[in-house]
């Protein structure tokens, strides 16, 4: 049982950006993913999630407006597109999965996801 983000990479402010996580070894339809980050010398932060079966979203308010999170059954990958990228969303990006799992708007908590990814390094510079 595996997640993999990938995507990350250099970006100019303004810019665009899409990561993903792919799952092997189960499948990501009834899981509840969200994404975390970890800017460099901060704490990991929750920043999106995608609910279990009924694919309601939540974001944080400072990527409200600009990130998207989906899921691609077909693909067993959760995606999370970023527009208007800030210098201050700089950060490794994780995301993590929990079976049966339903996000609210108050966000996800690392303790109640098993399953992670390694990370992809997102940086937003000029």
């Known amino acids: 049982v595996q997640l993999q983000a990938s995507g990350g990479g250099l970006v100019q402010p303004g810019g665009s950006l899409r990561v993903s996580c792919a799952a092997s070894?189960?499948?990501?339809?009834?899981?509840?993913i969200a994404w975390f980050r970890q800017a460099p010398g901060k704490e990991r932060e929750w920043i999106s999630c995608i609910s279990s079966g009924i694919d309601r979203t939540y974001y944080v308010d400072s990527v409200k407006g600009r990130f998207t999170i989906s899921r691609d059954n077909a693909k067993n990958t959760v995606f999370l597109q970023m527009n208007s990228l800030k210098p201050e969303d700089t950060a490794v990006y994780y995301c993590a999965a929990e079976p049966n799992y339903y996000c609210s708007e108050y966000g996800a908590y690392e303790g109640d996801l098993t399953f992670w990814g390694q990370g992809t390094l997102v940086t937003v510079s000029s």
């Open positions: 070894g189960f499948t990501l339809d009834y899981y509840g």
